[in-house]
């Protein structure tokens, strides 16, 4: 009996021990909160959580107030004795000056102490958004323009550079290899928005840290990581994502989880997506409806009338994408990670291509992207210890594989043209960290890519099957591109108010492309070899007179060697032209000046402005050219312009990026943006990168359970004499001003969001975007943006 006694004591006991334990977590990302202090109304009692977000407050009397505070959010006060909840959800403070940090030198600091203006998007913005793709949570910063081709696309336009002169990184490994071109492209989209941490974006030339390519800025994905418990029970956690979008019926379902123990964790991540035809809005330019399209009945190409000219017929695709991690620590120096990401689209039309019409009918029958491919295999090392090298260590080494091709056809014609490629991309980063005295930083490391790229073509009969080999997009021998690179970088803290930066990379870069096949075009060399090498850096200044002022100021240098795709491709950009090769192709170099003021009135406003001027020499640009002397070719049996990718004297590119917010009241935000790019050669002919004026405004309020903001996005016009020569060529992307030339117009919609916390374990996302149902096409792009378009998910944390 005495026993029985003894044993309910001390279940009573343990029950009010565990009621004791509070947890504490972010009401948006519902990730614990850690170092959080809570301290009675004398200051003589208090706690501070631990990685878990938990604090036991059994020291404190049940009749004392609590007072709860961290730097990241909001105080609060409750007395212990009416407050029996086991978590308590707390809102972040909306300005946060101080607190968080980035990785623009491939390594974390704080943000107030980079010169280079840079924005990041954290896990709760992106949830709140809740992007269809990744090419649609970068354009929700506000700052990146995003042009697309097609649906299942997405090429982001940064200070006047995209594609190749723009870096994508992701977890730390480059994703740009040797055939990113100089066109559009919509490799972003593989990655899995579902499963993006943060992200961040370094504008302006981020060569001295990433290398080639970084001309207008850097795109740094941040992917979940497994997390470790901090106890001995095993820590698991999941996520679940149910999403569904009306303008192409959407249907997207998503699971991650996470498994830890102290030495050991594992996350698993799945999500796909389907997206039927995209619809357009109805109000405004009836010239971008969709009023017919091609079909086949019984083997034999039909055009149809498109019964909903609304909607974009021959745009919908799906997605599957993958991620697993395994993460080792045994201890607390060395810290192991292996991850996997897989991604793979269905087929993806080619939109702007399909409402091209020949004469008075549409030209194609077919055109489509195959499956794209990507998958890699990364092996991170970390290792922290002081010595007198380093304090941290980070091996970085991974292999990626890609797979894409091309499909197109003639209307009414049975010969389908098919070109496969594949990159093989296998990278190495080592990279250092050194705190040195007065806490000031050196950064240094090497980095190693190779990529090889094989290239084959052929030309198939639909009725019979038949195959006959055609001219590969790439030279179909051997094709192989290799960079070399150290750096170094350097921080000091001169005061409290004065931090420098400075660093220096040196480049070296080896292309070889053998053209071996010569039956269909008579080139006038048979290989094309180059190895160049570049030295670049960086220079700048942040200065804070007082709490409330910052100036930035960076002075930078970045460079683009011509890659595979820029040197030794041939294709057909636009009707009738056509791109050859050009083995005189040399690195182009950028040469940057920013400035930045950021000014905080009274702890209520805060304003924002970078302006920033680029000087481009030997920029990349296409002319016109001759082959073997001649002007025009033959080309899929079209006579076609001879086009070449050729080395300009000189491009101007300036701007500014300008940002005002204003905290009404702990619960009301006002945020407005606005960014403005010119771009022109030394002709004075305009840069077909350099987006329109655009941005956004937005009325958010948020507290307790809700969150909600309603926002306008807006872009200015382009005249069709400020078209650059390539857009002019496109009469059917574009509308029709009063002299019947193609110009962009501008455009604006209105657009609401809202989150909703039903419990501890459910969120419900509803908005509505477009509200006002307007008909328009972003600059540069092939689809029609959605029309009015509702958006529910219900996402569930476990």
Same mark, same amino acid.
């Given at each position: ?315 919908? =695709? /799906? ?5 697993? !991690?395994?993460?080792? #620590?045994? *201890? +607390? ?5 292996? @991850? ?85 991309? =296998? /990278? ?5 960290? !050194?705190?040195?005295? #007065?806490? *000031? +930083? ?5 980095? @190693? ?100 002022? +910052? ?248």
């Amino acid at each position: 009996m005495k026993k029985i006694i003894y044993t309910f004591i001390g279940l009573l006991l343990t029950g009010y021990a565990f009621a004791q334990t509070i947890q504490f977590k972010d009401i948006e990302t519902k990730e614990p909160i850690e170092d959080l202090a809570i301290y009675n109304e004398d200051k003589s009692k208090s706690v501070l959580t631990n990685s878990d977000g938990a604090a036991d407050i059994s020291i404190f009397s049940s009749d004392e107030f609590l007072f709860i505070q961290h730097p990241s959010y909001q105080t609060i006060t409750f007395k212990k004795s009416l407050f029996s909840e086991k978590i308590m959800f707390l809102e972040k403070k909306v300005i946060e000056l101080e607190e968080f940090v980035i990785s623009a030198y491939r390594w974390e600091q704080n943000k107030n102490e980079i010169p280079n203006k840079i924005i990041r998007l954290s896990h709760a913005e992106i949830k709140f958004k809740n992007p269809q793709t990744t090419a649609d949570l970068i354009e929700n910063t506000d700052e990146v323009f995003i042009q697309k081709s097609q649906l299942g696309g997405g090429s982001p336009m940064i200070r006047g550079f995209s594609t190749n002169t723009v870096l994508l990184v992701i977890d730390g490994v480059r994703m740009n290899n040797a055939i990113f071109r100089e066109g559009n492209l919509q490799n972003v989209i593989s990655l899995d928005a579902n499963a993006i941490e943060n992200s961040e974006v370094i504008f302006g030339p981020g060569s001295v840290t990433y290398g080639s390519d970084a001309l207008g800025g850097v795109m740094d994905f941040h992917t979940l990581q497994p997390k470790l418990s901090t106890s001995e029970e095993t820590y698991f956690s999941a996520n679940a994502l149910a999403r569904f979008s009306s303008a192409n019926i959407e249907k997207t379902a998503h699971l991650d989880f996470n498994i830890g123990t102290q030495k050991w964790a594992f996350l698993s991540s799945i999500s796909y997506s389907n997206y039927d035809d995209l619809r357009m809005g109805d109000h405004n330019h009836d010239e971008y409806q969709r009023p017919e399209y091609v079909d086949q009945i019984d083997g034999r190409d039909s055009i149809f009338t498109n019964e909903y000219p609304n909607v974009q017929v021959e745009s919908g =695709y /799906s997605q599957l994408n993958l991620m697993q !991690k395994i993460r080792y #620590r045994p *201890n +607390q120096k060395t810290d192991l990670t292996y @991850a996997f990401h897989y991604s793979e689209l269905s087929d993806v039309p080619r939109y702007d291509r399909l409402i091209q019409y020949s004469g008075n009918q549409l030209k194609y029958g077919e055109w489509y992207y195959g499956p794209q491919k990507w998958m890699m295999h990364q092996l991170v090392y970390n290792y922290s210890k002081s010595t007198a090298l380093f304090d941290h260590l980070k091996l970085n080494t991974a292999y990626q594989h890609y797979e894409e091709s091309r499909h197109d056809r003639r209307f009414q014609s049975n010969l389908l043209s098919e070109s496969f490629e594949k990159v093989d991309a =296998y /990278s190495l980063n080592l990279d250092f960290d !050194k705190n040195l005295k #007065r806490d *000031n +930083q050196l950064y240094y490391g090497v980095e @190693a890519v190779y990529n090889n790229v094989n290239s084959t073509a052929h030309e198939k009969d639909i009725e019979t099957g038949a195959t006959e080999a055609i001219q590969s997009r790439y030279p179909d021998g051997e094709n192989r591109y290799t960079t070399l690179a150290a750096y170094v970088s350097y921080k000091e803290n001169f005061s409290d108010k004065l931090t420098g930066i400075g660093g220096i990379r040196a480049n070296y870069v080896s292309l070889y492309s053998a053209l071996e096949d010569t039956a269909f075009f008579d080139f006038p060399f048979d290989e094309i070899s180059v190895n160049s090498s570049a030295l670049n850096g960086s220079l700048g200044m942040v200065y804070k007179p007082t709490k409330k002022w +910052q100036f930035n100021l960076n002075l930078s240098s970045g460079f683009h060697a011509p890659n595979i795709d820029d040197m030794a491709k041939i294709f057909d950009p636009e009707p009738q032209t056509i791109v050859v090769p050009n083995s005189n192709l040399k690195p182009e170099y950028a040469y940057n000046i920013d400035l930045g003021i950021q000014k905080v009135f009274w702890k209520k406003l805060t304003f924002n402005i970078t302006g920033f001027y680029t000087y481009l020499t030997n920029a990349f640009v296409r002319r016109e050219s001759t082959f073997n002397g001649q002007d025009s070719i033959l080309y899929k049996g079209e006579l076609s312009q001879v086009l070449s990718i050729v080395n300009a004297d000189k491009a101007y590119i300036y701007g500014f990026s300008s940002s005002i917010q204003i905290d009404f009241t702990d619960n009301f935000l006002f945020k407005s943006v606005i960014n403005y790019t010119h771009g022109e050669d030394q002709d004075g002919v305009a840069l077909r990168h350099a987006a329109p004026l655009f941005g956004s405004t937005e009325l958010a309020y948020s507290k307790n359970r809700l969150k909600a903001s309603v926002y306008a996005k807006y872009n200015g016009k382009i005249e069709y004499e400020n078209l650059a020569p390539s857009e002019q060529g496109k009469p059917y992307l574009y509308a029709t001003d009063e002299n019947g030339n193609p110009y962009s117009p501008a455009w604006w919609t209105l657009n609401i969001m809202t989150s909703y916390m039903i419990n501890n374990w459910a969120d419900l996302h509803i908005g509505m975007e477009n509200i006002l149902d307007k008909r328009y096409r972003p600059y540069s792009s092939g689809i029609v943006a959605p029309g009015r378009n509702f958006k529910a998910s219900l996402r569930l944390h476990f």
